[in-house]
């Protein structure tokens, strides 16, 4: 087994990191499929996103809002799974709580 066939990471670490450097989105792994990295949106912000050329998951740790994808709305909290197809208009809105998101991007996330 190569040592880049697989990697351990403890969410408690990720969100430490993510505190510490103090931006939205840290991602903490991209290899040529997929992209995975943690996303937090303060109560009362906008989330300025824009249509990514990937699919991608949400799983909300905490927090709680609404979100809208292609127009349609629904209310998140924790333990809500999201799919996003690649290219779909999607934003969360109306964020009660203070957001935590693990996102999972198929090949390589934005930017790739």
Same mark, same amino acid.
């Given at each position: 087994?190569?040592?880049?066939?697989?990697?351990?990471?403890?969410?408690?670490?990720?969100?430490?990191?993510?505190?510490? =450097?103090?931006?939205? +989105?840290?991602?903490?792994?991209? *290899?040529?499929?997929?992209?995975?990295?943690? +996303?937090?949106?303060?109560? &009362?912000?906008?989330?300025?996103?824009?249509?990514?050329?990937? !699919?991608? @998951? +949400?799983? *909300?740790?905490?927090?709680?809002? =609404? @979100? =809208? @994808?292609?127009?349609?709305?629904?209310?998140?909290?924790?333990?809500?799974?999201? +799919? *996003?197809?690649?290219?779909?208009?999607?934003?969360?809105?109306?964020?009660?709580? !203070?957001?935590?998101?693990? @996102?999972?991007?198929?090949? &390589? &996330?934005?930017?790739?």
């Amino acid at each position: 087994m190569a040592e880049d066939d697989w990697k351990v990471f403890e969410l408690d670490e990720v969100r430490e990191e993510h505190s510490r =450097r103090q931006i939205p +989105y840290l991602e903490f792994l991209r *290899v040529p499929a997929l992209s995975c990295g943690l +996303y937090r949106l303060a109560a &009362g912000s906008r989330d300025l996103q824009s249509p990514h050329d990937e !699919d991608e @998951v +949400y799983h *909300v740790l905490e927090g709680r809002g =609404r @979100v =809208r @994808v292609e127009g349609e709305t629904r209310e998140v909290g924790p333990g809500s799974i999201l +799919y *996003v197809r690649a290219s779909s208009e999607h934003s969360f809105f109306e964020i009660e709580e !203070d957001m935590t998101l693990l @996102v999972f991007f198929a090949s &390589g &996330g934005p930017g790739a």
